[in-house]
């Protein structure tokens, strides 16, 4: 096994201070696994940890990103859960296994790979054991690679919050990569449905993978396109993915005993929605933190049952970081993998 | 039996339109029964419905309220869930039964008594059979009356979505009709409550009702001071009772997998929230709106069995509405009635 | 409109009682809607209630069966759920429209068509109009009649109770009505799905319908089976559909945290099983009386957007029902359907 | 601190084979936490390994029980959760943190202290930091002993799975560790709670306990009495202690949609019950095989803000296990606990 590695790594804050640089491979200590790393995955908020740091206590020099794929390549002392070989996937929320996850109220669960625990974006990483899911048989590593993070969030949301089933209607915002997941999974448990983006030419990729109904914002309402799509039902979940005031449409859209999973930050940070219908439509707001363990676990084995393929808009080689953050600022459809070996 | 009756009327908006009328006494139609009202109890919303109307489409001339206990006097033709003689309270929306409430995601189900349908301030009513709940032996009809709204509000979302529990923490915001079922409901429950208000002599009418700690927020930050008392945990359930941006300290105050239910306008029909904590802790925001009436009907064995007594601030006679809804203004502690009879 | 009808007619009990009578035309009463029948499912029950009265209190003439599909043909004073030209299908159990069924612990609810009510094997039937629901628009008469006790326990049983998601295990024993339906709604929920039979041949049509594995239990222990397929994890939600002692088989055959749904009573009326792996591994034993009727809405919904197709083994004409219960005795591969029109 | 100590020990099955020996105190390994045992509480089932091994893999010599509360003397390499001087309760199912329990359908989760691993009447014990739970401060060590099993299950069974709320009627069978905390749990919910026994001495001590009925089975049929109790509504949770063919009368005293939790094994491990009842009145059927560590969590928060005192029937000292197992035999009101310091 190599002595030495590759691994991108900053010194401070921006993306001007990513640099690709050799280290030694990390030893497996007690109860840890090393995995040599094959694809990493990346999310929107790896952009906003690189360049704002989110308030995060980041240790420099600092590797970002926390989603990988790889084989586990040996065994701490201890450890037991793994063997060399077993392909892995890692888990966006260290020691998150069950139930609810850890913190209190005034320190939210905010410890995360690629934050305040170390990133991802190397040949090599030793890690405690039970920070690793067994990868699905199913999927290459570049797609196994996307699920810790946004594969997780869109299962979490509809199936282990939401419990979809055949019938209901899911409104689905964009075409990122938790929102083409929360499309596979819910058209896997018989779902309807209803993508709105603001691109045509993403509305029609989006149709092609399975979606009943897709709405183009910039030519229409698009709640009054959910009313009537649904005869004035509504949408019985809605991923919401845009945030902020954004908030108030998806309360507008949704139907009578409905379920917003709120998952994005992208148009702000502070949420808002009117509060009549609110109240008067009994409806939940579900905040998502990605996901625990065993619902990753649950996901993995549902993606081998009923092969459920990751989209991933384009693959990069290591060296070529930049280029996918560069992909990743324009909008991605699905998923931008970085593929390590 | 009488042939008139007395009943507030409105020929419009505004408090000053209000005017105690005569009115026959209405026969029961098909599936109807005849209720002698005995007593009314009054809610913040119905001060906000006799001035603004709250945009709903009122036949004038209207009587306001929705919140009656009383007994039946007569059955029409086909009625067979009550018999004369039985003490009944009214349901707050008529029809929904069980499950999600009626209507659709355009129309929200706002069809209440003492709005889109007649109210209550009146000696009799007609109303179909369905509209009613047997009430609770142990109450007289005045306690009974306070049950339909505020009783059920706060019994809905800590007993029918919250699943309150021994141990758990809950927050009540103000010492109103909301706040202290929630208080006396949660501690029947065997959980911890704790009561913020900016009444020191409130918090200390709250103390004597159970409450387990009573924050000042006039005297400091009471958020702070709920993390304080749970030792950082924050409270697992929180009846949100003042609304509009308040939504944001709820937040924050809210354990890991808290439950907030979003109940009340009283800062404003507009809520928010940093977005951060309400992802991150994994919160639910569950918008309350009242209830079904098979959950008011666990209530009214609840409060039987576990010798409930609701908080009553003052009882007023029919003719001194206008005296009750000054009291309304100035804020009760628990609930203000008015005896018809 | 005809005056007169066709209606199959017991005047006591056993099959040879059964005659195909001339009756006047129903008129729909307060509340009620006509419906011409196109087509009755029949169920295994069915044979019992005609055979052996089940303990019903029968009124003669009888008419049994209790699952139609027809068309609504004039409607009753009051009645609005539906208009002439609707296409409904009945429900089972009269007046359950959400929630726990009706009645208690003394008197459990077993008042349904074809039972304690009149039954539907007439061209004709006059009900209250509460009792239907709108038929599925992607199905054909004889398609849609199967699924107000059929279709609806498999739904009720697997979603309504079970909340089914993909990556499950579900267990279904045999290839009646029942079983295939969950079969269907297990797979179009994403879930494995596992049939044991003891015919060979109906393995093979199970397969082709999407089972992902099947079990001649007359070639193996179908408990090792289902253990080897599963790899040590067992079901995790089983239709136990046999009955008797063979519910011990399903628990041992259950995954840990496993859902064993009794529905059927072919082996016999009191259910065993050992205590032991019902207690560590955790299981839930739910009884299954068919299901309510806002879940027939659901499942009507879902059939309708996942294309669901009921499977019909054989449909009869009207004058053919005995030749329809000699099917029903011979064991159908899915439903048997008279068609009345 | 001390280098020897006492400790039950058998080298054989069978009472006889107990004996009180000298041992050395172990030395906490890496991840362990010492602690000093201050009390042990016995449960049926200690009494059925002990005499039988009920076919566990028990390592002789063998020390029997599972539920100790006691003080943290020292803490191995790596273990943080707890401090010396923290005093502490054990977890029945090592390992068992939240979720489903450990094990899979072929091996259910069976291993638990004083059976697959060693139990914890000795002096001291070393065992893994996340067996324990912090103890309840408002409790004596002999008290706080009674929560690991007895306490849990009850718990387990009401709250976690059951979800108790005020206005339930919960019914509870016998006097023993797990019925007593039944009844407290359930009254501490605001249930109303009827218990059944044969010793009218013991129904009197119940009500004082808080008991709303007791019935004396011996003087009457006790299904009749819980439905003439409840005015044939039934009971809608069932703690169901006896097993065996009993389950089919706990099926008979239960409301339409009601649970009943299988816990006990004293008259067989065989469950059998009518499925007519079972299935018509939708019950719900649930294994209880005690619970997780998070659950006995909330059970330690619930008991010290509630109030809650274990029941005690006798304490004996360390030397006399044998006449503490004799007062099991005789059937003890509530819990044995043997005090080791």
């Given at each position: 096994m190599a002595r030495t590695m590759k691994r991108w790594e900053m010194d401070g804050l921006g993306r001007d201070r990513l640099a690709l640089k050799q280290a030694p491979v990390p030893e497996p200590a007690t109860g840890e696994v090393l995995v040599r790393v094959a694809a990493v995955s990346l999310n929107y908020r790896d952009r906003l940890v690189i360049e704002r740091g989110m308030g995060l206590p980041l240790a420099f020099p600092f590797t970002p990103a926390s989603d990988l794929a790889g084989t586990v390549e040996a065994v701490g002392p201890g450890a037991k859960r793994f063997a060399p070989?077993?392909?892995?996937?890692?888990?966006?929320?260290?020691?998150?296994?069950?139930?609810?996850?850890?913190?209190?109220?005034?320190?939210?669960?905010?410890?995360?790979?690629?934050?305040?625990?170390?990133?991802?974006?190397?040949?090599?990483?030793?890690?405690?054991?039970?920070?690793?899911?067994?990868?699905?048989?199913?999927?290459?590593?570049a797609q196994a690679s996307t699920l810790p993070c946004a594969g997780l969030t869109a299962w979490f949301a509809l199936v282990?919050?939401?419990?979809?089933?055949?019938?209901?209607?899911?409104?689905?915002?964009?075409?990122?990569?938790?929102?083409?997941?929360?499309?596979?999974?819910?058209?896997?448990?018989?779902?309807?449905?209803?993508?709105?983006s603001g691109s045509a030419g993403k509305l029609e990729r989006a149709r092609s993978l399975g979606a009943d109904h897709a709405i183009d914002r910039t030519a229409e309402d698009w709640v009054e396109a959910v009313l009537r799509i649904t005869d004035d039902h509504g949408a019985d979940q809605i991923l919401e993915i845009v945030?902020?005031?954004?908030?108030?449409?998806?309360?507008?859209?949704?139907?009578?005993?409905?379920?917003?999973h709120?998952?994005?930050?992208?148009e702000g940070f502070e949420v808002a929605a009117p509060v009549g219908p609110l109240m008067l439509k009994n409806l939940t707001i579900q905040g998502i933190g990605v996901g625990h363990r065993r619902a990753l676990e649950h996901l993995v084995v549902a993606v081998d049952r009923i092969g459920l393929t990751p989209v991933i808009d384009?693959?990069?080689?290591?060296?070529?970081?930049?280029?996918?953050?560069?992909?990743?600022?324009r909008g991605a459809f699905g998923k931008i993998v970085v593929e390590m070996t």
């Open positions: 070989g077993d392909r892995v996937i890692s888990t966006f929320a260290p020691g998150w296994i069950e139930g609810a996850p850890l913190g209190n109220a005034r320190t939210p669960p905010y410890r995360t790979l690629g934050g305040a625990y170390p990133g991802v974006l190397a040949d090599y990483v030793a890690f405690p054991e039970d920070w690793f899911v067994r990868a699905p048989a199913s999927l290459d590593d282990e919050k939401g419990r979809v089933r055949a019938g209901e209607t899911v409104l689905v915002e964009g075409t990122g990569g938790v929102a083409l997941f929360g499309l596979q999974i819910a058209r896997a448990h018989g779902a309807q449905v209803i993508v709105v945030g902020g005031p954004h908030l108030g449409k998806a309360v507008q859209a949704a139907a009578i005993g409905g379920q917003i709120q998952i994005g930050v992208i384009a693959r990069y080689p290591a060296a070529e970081l930049p280029a996918a953050l560069d992909h990743l600022d």
